[in-house]
């Protein structure tokens, strides 16, 4: 006779699902649910006790995980697929710029599938419950859930992870629920805007929001800013400075300038909190966004805009060259030399933009006529402009940083002390800024404190 040794487990144990959102029944189906868990990892378990953690501290980290974890699902998500029994693509779906062709992958999968079929026993082929299959095609991974109406597909760039077999599974139950008419009707028709629907209900339960472009709310009552918390203070600000380069912007750039900024907060609680400015409304998805066509008026703007850019520059030095051909090196050091005082002038009265375009055209006449003297005084004149204007950034920066301290503007205060400390570092010769480096880096950790 066998005999067994029995033990007592204590087990802490995330089952991955927000309850507000939890498909299966909380809380009353969670021992139920634990217990078929245990009892596909193998385990002989006769008593479940199963007490909810309460800590606030704790169950927040769960709560970042999850998300976190969410958003790395859905990520790796390149095309939804839903297929009738009879093998048809009834609704596909675009999440990223992949092609694919949905009736190509829909036979592929078919034939697997029958094949698979083939290889189960009698007591699989009867058995209702939901089967998930994973096969690979060409460079991805298709994600399978197979329903008792349809099919449903996840074109992934990575293998799945079991939250995202859990929440694949949950999604076909609630299609088939809401959708099996629907479906019905599909067949009988053909009509591929029956299902149009079901988009909706994709970027919900998937949350695909999060992969899309993102811009501020235009509608954004002034006391919400107010009553947000640092860290969401220090989101709206850095989504306002990436609105001033583009007219959109993505979650990942985001969370890596905030993380860089923040220092002390985890990459997951910054995803947290821009999602629940997502749910109040103050980061929305930019309707106006059409990826290709904005992709293409961006690149074709900057196209431009070069040639623009070239054909004035071509356009001041052809005319310098043409203007030299009738002159003599007597007249051209005159001309020079004019040039050169009326940049003096506009530097004494601090309009280095103009002065700086003064030296550059009197620059361009020494080359011209290779003055190699006149070459090295104007290139010394724009140096130090150039230096000038770096002094006076910085100076402003570190005035703005300290008032914003004073203030208690933390978000802004740690935006210009970053500007300082990249000024600083690029111009760290021989370790000659490595005090005041220290020094400001010092600083940076002090304000990052606050927002721990």
Known sequence: MIKLTYFKLVVGYDCGLDKSACQLGYPENCVNCLSKKFSEAHFLIDIIEATEQHSEEKRKLMVYKHIWRK???????????????????????????????ATLISGFIQANISFSFQQLTMIDRINPEKKLYELEYKNFIILLSNGNSCRVCLILDKKASNSLR?????????????????LKQFELKGDLDILKPVRDLISKSFEINMLYPLTLSSLIPPDAIKNLSLIQKAIY????????????????PLIDIISKLLG??????????????MKENIIVQSLEFQKKALKDTQ???????????????????????????????????????????????????????????EYQTALNYAKEFFLEEKINEISSKILEIVKINKDVELNYAILQANRAEWKKNYVIALKYLFLINDALSAEN????????????????????KHFQ
């Open 71 to 101: 958003y790395q699902d859905v990520s790796s998500i390149r095309h939804v697929i839903i297929i009738n029994k009879a093998g048809l693509p009834a609704f596909n779906m675009a999440i990223s710029d992949l092609p694919i062709d």
């Open 166 to 182: 859990e929440l694949l599974s949950s999604f076909t139950d609630v299609f088939e629920e809401n959708y099996e008419d629907k």
């Open 237 to 252: 600000e850095c989504a306002k400075d990436m609105l001033k380069e583009e007219t959109y912007f993505y979650i990942n």
């Open 264 to 277: 002390v907060i985890t990459k997951e609680e910054i995803l947290w909190n821009i999602r629940q400015l």
């Open 299 to 357: 690149q074709k703007k900057e196209e431009r805009e070069n040639i623009i850019q070239k054909l004035m520059e071509m356009k001041n030095l052809e005319d310098i060259i043409f203007e030299s051909h009738q002159m003599t090196p007597d007249m051209a050091l005159l001309k020079i030399d004019t040039l050169i005082k009326k940049g003096e002038i506009a530097e004494k009265n601090d309009a280095y933009q103009e002065a700086l375009n």
């Open 429 to 448: 010769r021989d370790g000659i800024h490595d005090k005041q480096l220290n020094k400001i880096n010092k600083k940076i950790k002090k304000i990052q």
